[in-house]
């Protein structure tokens, strides 16, 4: 196993020469040079919102605040129930978690696992959907979500729409079978020998030895989860169904900059400090190693 000295692209030994200590340098210049030109924008948005209207609209703004009116944070929060608005995010949310995980999971345990015969076509499949437009699927998906196919129900006003379309994603399926191709046969033959079930394999074998990938796959379904509006603003017409980044979009015409500034901070926060707190998993999960026997 490789210690902790020598992990990474530069070795400890390396370091020690003076041309790679530089280039080594000047490669950690830029890349502190790029997070602060990213992080600057999410900054001056949260700094702006707890000015007072004055200093909201100076010329030049400022990036650290002189002025501090917490009230309107709270009088924001209220004034467009923001308690309501992160209840139905979060319910979308989670329903967009469990189909991404659970379908294409599942999908990618049949292609690296059970591996029948035709699934290599189906992975073809699989890879072709990747190479279509996503607005060539928008009017046949949409005419199916105000009259379902077969049972002829509107699926407007609600999030089951959403958590179906993420049980399809191509990208979730890839990571996940790269991932299971890397899980011991040895596993999965010891589990058939004590006569476990397909689907007990995938749910007692699988999962268990799975949980960078789960972590990786979650962290990026929350994300576009919580950032998407295109679906949920033509799926969702009731102001009571409304996710946080709707709310915000319809509130551009009817609140003042600094109240939409408000809304904005509200709506980066969450992702912000779920990804801060477990972004150590995406890079587990992008491994794609498995478990070596």
Request: hydrophobic share 55%; net charge positive; glycine share 6%.
């Amino acid at each position: 196993m490789r210690s902790r000295d020598s992990a990474g692209i530069i070795g400890k030994l390396d370091y020690k020469r003076p041309g790679v200590k530089a280039l080594y340098a000047v490669l950690f210049a830029v890349l502190v040079l790029i997070s602060l030109v990213c992080l600057l924008p999410p900054l001056w948005l949260l700094s702006s919102s707890v000015k007072d209207i004055k200093e909201f609209f100076a010329i030049p703004p400022t990036l650290i605040p002189h002025t501090f009116e917490f009230g309107k944070l709270a009088d924001t929060w209220k004034e467009l129930d923001f308690t309501r608005l992160y209840l139905n995010t979060l319910l979308l949310t989670a329903g967009t978690v469990v189909f991404s995980i659970l379908f294409n999971g599942l999908l990618g345990y049949f292609l690296a696992v059970l591996k029948p015969s035709g699934s290599r076509i189906v992975f073809v499949l699989v890879l072709w959907t990747m190479l279509l437009p996503n607005t060539l699927g928008m009017v046949p998906i949409f005419k199916n979500i105000i009259d379902f196919p077969v049972l002829g129900i509107n699926l407007t006003n609600s999030f089951l729409p959403m958590w179906m379309m993420a049980g399809s994603n191509a990208f979730y399926v890839l990571i996940f079978k790269g991932f299971f191709e890397g899980i011991p046969p040895a596993l999965i033959d010891a589990a058939k020998i004590d006569g476990c079930t397909r689907l007990a394999i995938f749910f007692r074998i699988v999962v268990p030895l799975s949980v960078p990938v789960i972590m990786a796959i979650t962290i990026f379904t929350v994300n576009a989860a919580w950032a998407d509006f295109f679906w949920p603003y033509m799926v969702l017409k009731d102001n009571n169904m409304w996710t946080v980044i709707v709310a915000i979009f319809n509130m551009k015409t009817t609140a003042s900059l600094d109240v939409q500034f408000i809304a904005l901070a509200y709506a980066i926060i969450p992702p912000a400090i779920l990804f801060l707190f477990f972004q150590k998993y995406i890079m587990q999960g992008f491994t794609f190693s498995g478990i070596r026997g």
